[in-house]
C-alpha cells in the first residue's frame, strides 16, 4: 500500500496500471505530413491525435527540430509522405 501511495505521488500512477490500463488506439494520421490549410506551409509531422478544451479536437505535431505542437484539426491539411524513388 504504501509503494502504490509513493509511486502514485511521484509518477501519476500505480505499478498495477500497466494491466488495467486500455490499449491505447493509433491516430489513422499518424505519420503524415501536416500542412496549414490557410498558407499551405509544412507544419511537421503528425505523431497523434487528441482533445482539449481550448482548442478542441487536435493533432500532436512534431516541428522540425523535434518540437512537439499541439495544433487544431480544422487548421491543418494531412497529406501522404511522397515515397522516394518515383
Given at each position: 500500500?504504501?509503494?502504490?501511495?509513493?509511486?502514485?505521488?511521484?509518477?501519476?500512477?500505480?505499478?498495477?496500471?500497466?494491466?488495467?490500463?486500455?490499449?491505447?488506439?493509433k491516430?489513422?494520421?499518424?505519420?503524415?505530413?501536416?500542412?496549414?490549410?490557410?498558407?499551405?506551409?509544412?507544419?511537421?509531422?503528425i505523431?497523434?491525435?487528441?482533445?482539449?478544451?481550448?482548442?478542441?479536437?487536435?493533432?500532436?505535431?512534431?516541428?522540425?527540430?523535434?518540437?512537439?505542437?499541439?495544433?487544431?484539426?480544422?487548421?491543418?491539411?494531412?497529406?501522404?509522405?511522397?515515397?522516394?524513388?518515383?
Amino acid at each position: 500500500m504504501a509503494v502504490n501511495s509513493f509511486m502514485y505521488l511521484q509518477y501519476g500512477g500505480t505499478m498495477f496500471d500497466r494491466y488495467f490500463q486500455k490499449k491505447e488506439t493509433k491516430s489513422p494520421a499518424a505519420g503524415k505530413l501536416a500542412f496549414d490549410k490557410g498558407t499551405k506551409y509544412y507544419i511537421g509531422i503528425i505523431r497523434g491525435e487528441g482533445h482539449t478544451s481550448k482548442q478542441g479536437n487536435v493533432y500532436y505535431i512534431e516541428q522540425p527540430g523535434g518540437t512537439m505542437i499541439e495544433v487544431a484539426k480544422e487548421h491543418v491539411e494531412v497529406r501522404e509522405p511522397e515515397k522516394a524513388g518515383k
